[in-house]
């Protein structure tokens, strides 16, 4: 079946513009999550959503980043007023639950903030 | 928050066999995941450790001792295609997200 699918796959943007970055989970998981690689690091935890409770937003390093996850299934991760410090490449997983041991990466989304 | 250490690189020969050992401290301890990432590709689960002990898949192999708080991928058999970042992330024991370490990059030379 489809695995989780993000877009878009590149984009560069103007320091100071807004992005989207958009994720559609595996149909049926209910928990999915955003990571943030940068250049050489490992990922870091940004936000988790499990079904219709409050998201943990505890990952997300500042008041410019926020997601949104519509319908329990495809979500949106919003970058206000952009740096060059949030050039990486977020990736989105989804599992079939908060517990459930393995879970399913998308391809990611390289952003460059020039 | 988890600290995790695991080496930068590491070099072998293609048919040889390599350990990539992991250390780390969490609150709690619910699970231990490898991961592998092939360069500019999402990560892929390899394995999911949880009890002490050796879990053992075709030429892949994960090792737990929780009291030391440490793991190793053991892979088998290298293949070129083996060539690729393996993360290993320690779940704490109220978390359901992962905290991944930086990665050992493994190369393979024929």
């Known amino acids: 079946g489809a695995g989780v699918s993000q877009s878009p796959s590149n984009k560069v943007t103007e320091k100071g513009k807004d992005v989207e970055l958009r994720c559609d989970p595996i149909s049926g998981h209910t928990a999915l999550y955003w990571y943030r690689q940068s250049l050489g690091q490992g990922l870091e935890f940004l936000i988790y959503?499990?079904?219709?409770?409050?998201?943990?937003k505890s990952g997300l390093p500042s008041d410019r980043f926020s997601a949104e996850r519509t319908g329990g299934s495809v979500s949106t991760l919003t970058i206000q007023r952009t740096q060059q410090e949030d050039s990486a490449v977020y990736l989105c997983?989804?599992?079939?639950?908060?517990?459930?041991?393995?879970?399913?990466f998308g391809p990611g989304t390289r952003l460059t903030v020039t | 928050g988890q600290n995790i250490d695991q080496p930068t690189e590491m070099t072998a020969t293609e048919g040889a066999i390599v350990q990539i050992n992991c250390t780390y401290q969490t609150s709690g301890f619910n699970g231990l995941f490898w991961y592998q990432q092939h360069a500019g590709e999402a990560p892929t689960f390899l394995s999911y450790n949880v009890l002490d002990g050796l879990e053992e898949k075709g030429r892949f192999s994960s090792f737990l001792s929780r009291s030391k708080g440490y793991s190793y991928l053991l892979l088998k058999e290298l293949q070129m295609k083996d060539s690729a970042s393996y993360l290993c992330?320690?779940?704490?024991?109220?978390?359901?997200?992962?905290?991944f370490g930086a990665g050992t990059t493994v190369t393979v030379r024929a």
């Open positions: 997983a989804s599992s079939l639950s908060g517990s459930s041991y393995e879970q399913y």
């Open positions: 992330a320690p779940r704490g024991s109220n978390d359901y997200k992962l905290s």
């Open positions: 959503f499990q079904g219709n409770s409050a998201p943990d």
